[in-house]
T-cell receptor
Framework: SQTIHQWPATLVQPVGSPLSLECTVE??????LYWYRQAAGRGLQLLFY??????ISSEVPQNLSASRPQDRQFILSSKKLLLSDSGFYLC???????????FGQGTRLTVV | QQQVKQSPQSLIVQKGGISIINCAYE??????FPWYQQFPGKGPALLIA?????SEKKEGRFTISFNKSAKQFSLHIMDSQPGDSATYFC????????????FGAGTQVVVTP
C-alpha cells in the first residue's frame, strides 16, 4: 500500500532562517506531488505541484520554493523565512493526474 | 478569490442528529468534488467524492448531494456521532488535475453526547 511521510512534525524557526521540509511517498511510482499550506482556521491553498523529477509549477508567488530531486521525494524550501510563512504545511500525492489526493500528516511551522 | 464557498463555518449537532454542510462553486470546468475530514493536528483524509454525472453518492452515514445547475453540493452526515467531531472541507478540481484542489474554508462540526 502507498504511504506518505512528512517531517518534521513541528518546527519553530526564527525570522530570516532557512527552511527545508521533506516529503516522501512509498509504494507507488511517478506520482504527482503537491505542497499545500493551511493558515489557522482556513482552508488549504495549493503552493506547488510536480508531475515529475525536476518539474515544478508554482501556484502562488511567495517566499518559498520547491524541488523534486527524486521520483518520490518533494522538498519545500526557503532561504529566509518571514513571519507570514507560519502555517501548517501539507504534502499530498495523486496517481498522476486522475486519482484521489492523499495527504501527509503535515508540518506545523511557526516563524518567530 | 475563493473559488469554492463553504457554509456554515461551524456546526453543533446532537448525537444521532444530521449534520449538513453546503458548498458552492463558480467554475463550471470543475469536474471532481471531494470532501475531506480533518482532526486537529492531522492531515485531511478523503471522506467521499463525487463527479458531476451523478446527483447523489452515499457511503455509510455520509452522503453527497450534487446540483450541477445550481453549482452547489452538500455533505450530509446521518446519525452523527461524537467521533465525527472534526473539521470538514469541500473541494473541487478539474479534469485530469484532481490533485490541484480548490478548498472551501472548512466547517468545524461538534457532535454533543
Amino acid at each position: 500500500s502507498q504511504t506518505i511521510h512528512q517531517w518534521p512534525a513541528t518546527l519553530v524557526q526564527p525570522v530570516g532562517s532557512p527552511l527545508s521540509l521533506e516529503c516522501t511517498v512509498e509504494g507507488t511510482s511517478n506520482p504527482n506531488l503537491y505542497w499545500y499550506r493551511q493558515a489557522a482556521g482556513r482552508g488549504l491553498q495549493l503552493l506547488f505541484y510536480s508531475v515529475g523529477i525536476g518539474q515544478i509549477s508554482s501556484e502562488v508567488p511567495q517566499n518559498l520554493s520547491a524541488s523534486r530531486p527524486q521520483d518520490r521525494q518533494f522538498i519545500l524550501s526557503s532561504k529566509k523565512l518571514l513571519l507570514s510563512d507560519s502555517g501548517f504545511y501539507l504534502c499530498a500525492w495523486t496517481l498522476q493526474g486522475v486519482g484521489e489526493a492523499f495527504f501527509g500528516q503535515g508540518t506545523r511551522l511557526t516563524v518567530v | 478569490q475563493q473559488q469554492v464557498k463553504q457554509s456554515p463555518q461551524s456546526l453543533i449537532v446532537q448525537k444521532g442528529g444530521i449534520s449538513i454542510i453546503n458548498c458552492a462553486y463558480e467554475n463550471t470546468a470543475f469536474d471532481y468534488f471531494p470532501w475531506y475530514q480533518q482532526f486537529p493536528g492531522k492531515g485531511p483524509a478523503l471522506l467521499i467524492a463525487i463527479r458531476p454525472d451523478v446527483s447523489e453518492k452515499k457511503e455509510g452515514r455520509f452522503t453527497i448531494s450534487f446540483n450541477k445547475s445550481a453549482k452547489q453540493f452538500s455533505l450530509h452526515i446521518m446519525d452523527s456521532q461524537p467521533g465525527d467531531s472534526a473539521t470538514y472541507f469541500c473541494a473541487a478540481s478539474m479534469q485530469n488535475s484532481w490533485g490541484k484542489l480548490q478548498f472551501g474554508a472548512g466547517t468545524q462540526v461538534v457532535v454533543t453526547p
